[in-house]
């Protein structure tokens, strides 16, 4: 019998975020410096208000033919993600992941605070 893991023990805690009002050439510069496929983005308290992805850079930004030095990262992002928990189990969110036909979820505690990000690579360690 396999254990089930929780989202925490597999998630990266603190992740690197964008902020609204940084053009979305800043943080793609900053996705590709640190080889990443998504930012969670928050306003100025800190609170999450959306996530951006290279998905989201290539049908909002690139085949628009926006300018990634003039655009802001909240004319692009998608709002409103959908999230988990820490305590949520890997499985619930590989089926959400699944569902929605995401790779990374934003990971928010009890008040709503980002705490982490979990993406398809971080679910294949422990569910082969």
Known sequence: MRRAYRVEE???RKPVTARVGETVMDAVMRMAELSIGA???V???GRLVGIFTERDLL???VAKGLDPRETR???VMTPNPVTVSPDDTVE???RIMKKIKARHLPVVD???KLVGIVSIKD???VEP
């Open 59 to 61: 049908k909002r930004v």
């Open 39 to 41: 930012l969670p983005v």
């Open 43 to 45: 306003d100025e308290s």
């Open 110 to 112: 009890r008040e709503g």
């Open 123 to 125: 679910i294949e360690f």
């Open 92 to 94: 619930e969110a590989l």
């Open 10 to 12: 597999v998630m990266t």
């Open 73 to 75: 990262i909240e004319e």
